[in-house]
């Protein structure tokens, strides 16, 4: 039972250490949350304390780990990473409740933080996850299929490269353009530049990636394996990131953006075949 104490006490004295780091870098009610929070979790790590009578060290990899997160991805998406963790300890403390004199009041902390965060965390960038889902949607099924379709019609990497670029960086700015007139027209309480920055500028991350194989590769077939490969590691990323802020099933989302795209490419690849074939083209 000592071991799993001090696992305890180390995972709060963790947990302090990020929650501290994140309400550095907030503001407002989300700096009060989250400083809150993080004295909550050490007066945990002191009352294990005095149950064990030993000083633990934190982990630094997790703190580093999380508070990176916190930079780029967003506060709520680092705090609900935690609290993910956080409910396993709240099962982990209920199996201790007999054991561990005081624990119930460490599970009602524990349930308080979620329901806080939940509650009243405000990130500007959440506001905009539609358009950056429309931004990275759009980008990876028209890309993906934009480029399935020069593979076998122009049969030549740098050229396939270039008019993926070309089509990719317009479609990018045709996206964002269309996206801020949505906005303007809705009057929905977004900024409708702001919505239209985060929909092109993810549309041209996505570009870059799924681009870059043919520029660095000779075989098209092999270039086009990298860019698939490259298209299920962004799906991956992000369907993890809208699931988690947003509270939803991650392979739901998953896998309704890898079909799309799947189909997508494979109608893209007979229409490119069947365009060499019958218009003889030859580069």
Known sequence: MN????????????????????????RGKNRK???????????????????????????????????????????????????????????NYRTMAKKVKNISVLIKDEEKHEKELLAIIEEEKLGYISSMVLGLNDAIVELTGALAGFTFALQNTKVIGTAGFITGVAAALSMAAAEYLSQKSENAGRSPLKAALYTGAL?????????????FMVNYYAALALTLACVFIVILVFAFFVSTVQDTRFRD?????????????????????GARKILNIQI
């Open 33 to 91: 949350v989250l400083e809150d929070i993080s004295r909550d979790e050490l007066k945990h790590y002191h009352h294990f304390k005095k149950i064990t009578g030993r000083d633990i060290s934190p982990d630094w990899f997790k703190v580093f780990q999380y508070t990176a997160m916190g930079v780029v991805f967003g506060i709520t998406f680092a705090s609900k990473l935690m609290e993910k963790g956080e409910s396993n300890a709240q099962t």
């Open 3 to 26: 071991k799993l104490i001090l696992q305890f006490q180390k995972n709060e004295i963790t947990e302090h250490l990020v929650y501290r780091n994140m309400a550095k870098a907030s």
């Open 203 to 215: 549309y041209l991350l996505v570009v870059m990636i799924l681009v870059a194989p043919y520029f």
């Open 253 to 273: 989302i998953f896998w309704e953006m890898t079909i799309i795209c799947l189909v997508v490419s494979f109608i893209a690849f007979v229409i490119g075949l």
